[in-house]
C-alpha cells in the first residue's frame, strides 16, 4: 500500500471534522497522517460497531501498527478498537475523551435539555458558549448548525431518552490523555479519574484555555505534545532494542 501512514486521525462524525484539519496539517508537517473517516448511514442503528470492523479492515493490510489520534466519539471508536486489536496500534492520543468514554458533547447537550426544559435551538446556543467560547452572532449560528448536523449524523448512542455509558478501562497501547484546561464536558475530576488505569507509558496533559475542541483552537500545542509523546515511545524502544 503506497503512502503507508504512520498515525490515523479517527473521524467518525462528519460535521465536526473540520475541526481537526489545524491539528492534521500540524502533524504532517513532520510525519505521514491520514484521516480515516466513518459515515453512518440513515438507517444504521446508533453504534460503533460497523465502525469498529471497517476500521480493522483498513489496517490489517498494514505492515506495521500505527498511532490513532481521536477526539470526543472518534476517540472512544479509538479506545475500543485498541482494545480488540492491540497489535495493531502503536499508541492512542485521546482528545477530550473521560474515563467513561461514551460521555461526549451530545451527553452534555441531552442533559441541558432535560434539565432546563428549554427548547432545541435556545440550548444549543448555550451549547456553543460552553463548547467554543463567546462567539458574534453569525458565528454562533453557523456552529449550532454544525452541531445539529452532528446530533442527525454521528453513531452517538445518546438520545433525550436516555444516555448511554460505558464503563471505564484501560487501554492495553500507550496512551496519551488530552484535554482543554477549560472544557466543561470532560472535567478535570474526568482527566483524574484516568489514573487508575495508567502504565508506565502513558501520561495526561491540559492545554491551558483550551476548550471541548482544543485541537482545533490550539493545534500548534497540541501536536507538539503528541510528536513528544511518539518521540518518547521511539526513545524508548530502541533503548529496548539495544539493551538485548
Known amino acids: 500500500m503506497s503512502h503507508v501512514p504512520d498515525a490515523l486521525c479517527l473521524s467518525v462524525s462528519p460535521a465536526l471534522k473540520c475541526f481537526n484539519r489545524p491539528l492534521l496539517r500540524e502533524l504532517s508537517k513532520a510525519s505521514t497522517v491520514a484521516q480515516w473517516e466513518y459515515q453512518q448511514s440513515p438507517d444504521e442503528p446508533c453504534s460503533l460497531d460497523t465502525a469498529l470492523v471497517l476500521l480493522h479492515d483498513y489496517l490489517k493490510p498494514l ?3 500505527v498511532h490513532l489520534i481521536g477526539h470526543g ?8 478498537y485498541s482494545r480488540l486489536h492491540p ?10 475523551v473521560g474515563v467513561y468514554p461514551s460521555i461526549d458533547w451530545q451527553a452534555h447537550y441531552y442533559v441541558q435539555r432535560q434539565l432546563f426544559k428549554c427548547s432545541r435551538s435556545f440550548v444549543l446556543t448555550q451549547v456553543v458558549m460552553n463548547l467554543f467560547g463567546r462567539q458574534c452572532a453569525l458565528m454562533t449560528k453557523r456552529l449550532v448548525s454544525v452541531l445539529e448536523q452532528d446530533l442527525a449524523t454521528s453513531p452517538s448512542a445518546h438520545s433525550i431518552c436516555a444516555q448511554h455509558y460505558l464503563p471505564p478501562g484501560d487501554s492495553p497501547v500507550p496512551l496519551m490523555i488530552g484535554r482543554g484546561e477549560q472544557d466543561v464536558v470532560i472535567d478535570p475530576n474526568a482527566l483524574e479519574q484516568w489514573q487508575p488505569w495508567f502504565k508506565e507509558d502513558d501520561f495526561q496533559w491540559e492545554c491551558p484555555g483550551g476548550l471541548h475542541f482544543f485541537q482545533y483552537s490550539h493545534p500548534h500545542k497540541v501536536a507538539q505534545q503528541i510528536e513528544d509523546f511518539w518521540a518518547d515511545l521511539s526513545s524508548k524502544s530502541l533503548a529496548q532494542l539495544v539493551s538485548c
Do not use: A, N, Q
Not at 497489535?87 to 482528545?95: A, C, D, I, K, N
Open 87 to 96: 497489535e495493531r496500534v502503536r499508541s492512542l492520543s485521546l482528545l477530550s
Open 63 to 65: 505492515d506495521h501498527p
Open 73 to 80: 466519539l472518534s476517540g472512544t471508536l479509538g479506545l475500543l
